[in-house]
């Protein structure tokens, strides 16, 4: 369960460094804490391998980046940490990201379904993140949907669900089957990009 501490003032990125490096997410809106519980491993299985998938399909220049940290404001109150996120290399920083990533990601976790499909969409289109995927493992078919800045709000932009073959072509073009980023096999990277036989 999603938990916010009680505290007496707001809190900044620095508070973050005091807490326990348990696998517990611990991210900041508002100045207020919020702890999401470490992931389960379906969650960690895609995200590794999302992270193989994105990585070649990304020009150079730029950087497919695993939970980093973004400051939303200048008073470092406002902190949160996409599961996976895509980055002009010129855009890193030495401890925080401060610019919008070009692309975020949230796999869908039960504890975090409202706050992934609302609250950080809101946020992160307020923020000004072009592209946003949401991949929930948790539907009958592991799916991803696209949102697109439009204005100041997404859109959705293109969905696929199991065996269906994702395509896009923001930020970047990519491609990937969503079936395959938590199939129980060894040569689901055979298949990720839609090199399944027969099709």
Not at 11 to 29: F, S
Not at 119 to 130: M, Q, V
Not at 158 to 186: I, S
Request: aromatic share 8%; hydrophobic share 35%.
């Amino acid at each position: 369960m999603r938990k916010s501490a009680p505290q007496s003032r707001p809190l900044t990125v620095d508070d973050l460094e005091q807490m326990p490096d348990d696998g517990r997410r611990y991210e900041l809106v508002d100045g207020r804490l919020e702890v999401t519980p470490a992931p389960l491993y379906p969650h960690t299985v895609i995200a590794d391998r999302l992270l193989l998938v994105l990585h070649p399909q990304t020009p150079r220049g730029h950087n497919v980046s695993a939970a980093a940290g973004i400051n939303f404001n200048a008073d470092r109150t406002h902190h949160r940490i996409p599961d996976l996120c895509v980055i002009p290399r010129a855009d890193r920083s030495a401890a925080h990201l401060t610019r919008p990533p070009l692309l975020a990601v949230e796999i869908v976790s039960r504890s975090t379904v409202f706050t992934d499909h609302h609250t950080k969409r809101a946020e992160y289109a307020k923020f000004g993140i072009e592209s946003y995927w949401i991949i929930d493992p948790n539907l009958e078919e592991i799916g991803i949907m696209e949102l697109r800045l439009d204005g100041d709000q997404y859109r959705t932009a293109n969905q696929a669900f199991g065996r269906e073959l994702f395509q896009t072509d923001a930020p970047f073009p990519y491609r990937l089957v969503p079936h395959w980023l938590l199939a129980d096999c060894d040569d689901w990277e055979d298949h990720v990009l839609g090199g399944e036989p027969g099709r």
